[in-house]
């Protein structure tokens, strides 16, 4: 039978812990999210964000602009809040427009304050083996999802699929940095199917129904981070979870598995930037 990797419950858990522990704070952190335009689904993501820091405790503020804002004015008010000592923690929801260049947004957010783990000086931290202020969200949330059923990574064969700078790179430093032995798959990646039948823990980040139990190892650990909605409007993962609970030992769920973690790992990531810093 497989276990299910319920992010659900951890996600409860861990927010009731930052909450009691925030009831203690006489100074609260604050979260400041930009959001650019109106994509239906990242305004989805910052009203969640927003509605979790507040239950806990964290004060949240969303600054929206339209989608022809100049880049140089969202460098000013990067700037703004960069100086604003109020502020513990900055976000800037992805994607941005085009005509803004995200590599001169993100160069911009002080690393004391950047909460997604997404800056270069965060970056080249994790990548040189040192420790970044925090670590990027949703490999995080993946991890400690991970730890939380005990899963041993050290010595053990992990692939990923997906190699954005979002999930799949970062995840593959931090596994190593847990003495996994790492494969990155991509779209230009040759035989897939014979690299994943050799992993021990399957981690796909993709957005796109790809992994099918055929493919995988009998007894394997799958972390599902893909979800999109399909021809009827369901949601979906990349695994198709029928086949592959058959032969995996623990898998988790779209949604329910990596998605709540994501915005816990948010929401510790603020409150870790507030007790360094502050």
């Known amino acids: 039978m497989v276990t299910i990797l319920d992010g659900k419950k951890l996600r409860e858990k861990i927010l009731e812990d930052l909450k009691q522990k925030l009831d203690k704070f006489q100074v609260k952190p604050t979260l400041v999210v930009i959001l650019?335009?109106?994509?239906?689904?990242?305004k989805i993501y910052v009203n969640n964000k927003k509605k979790?820091?507040?239950?806990?405790?964290?004060?949240?503020?969303?600054?929206?602009?339209p989608s022809n804002v100049t880049e140089e004015e969202l460098l000013n008010k990067i700037d703004e809040l960069n100086n604003?000592?109020?502020?513990s923690a900055i976000l800037v929801q992805l994607p941005l427009p085009k005509h803004i260049s995200k590599e001169n947004?993100?160069?911009?957010?002080?690393?004391?304050k950047d909460v997604d783990g997404f800056t270069p000086y965060n970056f080249g931290k994790l990548f040189s083996g040192e420790t970044p202020t925090v670590y990027p969200c949703t490999p995080k949330g993946i991890l400690l999802l991970l730890d939380e059923y005990g899963?041993?990574?050290?010595?053990?064969?992990?692939?990923?699929i997906g190699r954005s700078n979002i999930v799949g790179r970062p995840l593959s430093q931090m596994l190593l940095d847990r003495n996994a032995t790492v494969t990155v798959c991509h779209s230009k990646t040759k035989n897939l199917t014979e690299i994943t039948k050799t992993a021990d823990i399957l981690i796909s980040a993709v957005?796109?129904?790809?992994?099918?139990?055929?493919?995988?190892?009998?007894?394997?650990v799958v972390a599902d981070v893909g979800i999109f909605k399909d021809d009827n409007g369901k949601t979906r993962g990349d695994v198709d979870f029928e086949s592959v609970s058959q032969i995996a030992s623990y898998l988790s769920p779209v949604p329910g598995g990596?998605?709540?973690m994501t915005i816990t790992s948010l929401m510790l990531n603020t409150v870790e930037l507030f007790e360094k810093f502050s």
């Open 36 to 42: 650019v335009g109106e994509n239906p689904a990242s």
């Open 84 to 87: 604003d000592k109020s502020v």
């Open 207 to 220: 957005g796109k129904n790809i992994i099918e139990g055929k493919m995988l190892k009998p007894g394997c």
């Open 258 to 260: 990596i998605g709540p």
């Open 105 to 112: 947004i993100m160069n911009a957010i002080c690393p004391r």
């Open 151 to 160: 899963i041993e990574l050290e010595g053990r064969h992990a692939v990923i």
């Open 52 to 65: 979790t820091a507040e239950k806990i405790g964290i004060n949240s503020q969303v600054i929206n602009y």
